[in-house]
Structures are given as structure tokens and as C-alpha cells.
């Protein structure tokens, strides 16, 4: 039985899919403009393709939050 958590498999996926083809192209910058998901795991696997926690977006009960303010309360 092989444990394999679901924000390892979602990052090996974006990094092979979207990051490698646009370093083949020569295309060294930032490949992720924003990032959105609607989970922590979601949020941990687009910070290890290197998107910074400050264009990445958690999306739960219909409200926005970002990584890069600190929260009023």
C-alpha cells in the first residue's frame, strides 16, 4: 500500500505539465501569475512549484483570503 498525499501528486502534476514546458521554451519567469484553490493542501502544493504565498488565494465559504496581509479582526 502506497501513502501519497494529495498536494505532493497536484504539485509533481503542475511542475510537469506547466513549469518544465515553459523552462524547455526558455521562458524562465514567474510561470503562475495567481494561484486560487479552495484547500490548505491545495495552497501547500502551489507554494512547492514556487508561486509565493502572496499570489496564491484559499477560497472557503465564498470569501478570498490571501497569504500576503495581515488579517483585521
Known sequence: L???QTHHFKAEILWT?????FRKAGLTNE??????????MDVQAYNMVAVPL?????IKNSKIHSFDK???N
Do not use: C, K, M, W
Request: aromatic fraction near 16%; charge should be negative; avoid cysteine.
Open 54 to 58: 502572496s499570489r496564491i488565494y484559499l
Open 2 to 4: 502506497v501513502s501519497y
Open 17 to 21: 505539465n506547466v513549469v518544465e514546458p
Open 70 to 72: 495581515h488579517e483585521d
Open 31 to 40: 510561470v503562475f501569475q495567481a494561484a486560487f484553490g479552495n484547500t490548505e
